[in-house]
């Protein structure tokens, strides 16, 4: 497929036609998945835990109680256990030189005095974040080293993470070793839109975050967005 070079700064306006293929969230096709979006966060603001396992298994497949949706960390280093141990490798690698790339970026705090007034910058992590990994036929590992390690290098001090589970409720081994890598010990079983209001509006089973990092489908995006 040839790629198409779009001129923005020609004298004519840009066709409607263009806009709308590569403009914003309120595109008209995007209408009905947004609807349904937007369905699924109130149902889980309203009803919290209820909404999240009612989706969970309506969209997964999955039958899992409130008490079900956190991953012990037993279960999250059983889970790991059965990845070889050539990606166990790979794994802590790629973790290694996200680390190294990150810990040069930290900012250091600054400050300047003139005329009598001390100005400048205070770098602060934030308190509690949340981490989306997709899971089923799609599986990013990566995703998780991705946004946990430049947490933990921040000193993000409470680090979430939550991944879709397969129709037994189980999330993905590699998913699961690369979580135990980063030392993520506050996972759920949860993915979708109805993920992401758990995180951002929290329920009695999930405390809210104040950030929601990492890559999903169409519905995830537009769930993002909406929070």
Partial sequence: MPLEVVDLRAESSV?????????????PELAKPAAVVRKILSDVREDGDAAVCAYTKSLDGADLTAEGLRMSHVDRDLAAARVDRRTIGALEAAAQSIREFHEAQLPSDWSIERD??????VFRPIRRVGLYAPGGRAVYPSTVLMTAVPAIVAGVSDIVLATPPDESGEASD???AAAAICGIDEIYRIGGAQAVGALAFGTATIKPVDKICGPG???????????
């Fill in 15 to 27: 066709p409607d036609v263009l806009t709308r293929r590569h403009g914003g969230w309120d595109r």
């Fill in 116 to 121: 009598g007034a001390r100005t400048g910058q």
């Fill in 174 to 176: 590699v998913i699961c």
């Fill in 217 to 227: 489908n169409l519905y995830v995006t537009l769930a993002k967005r909406e929070v």
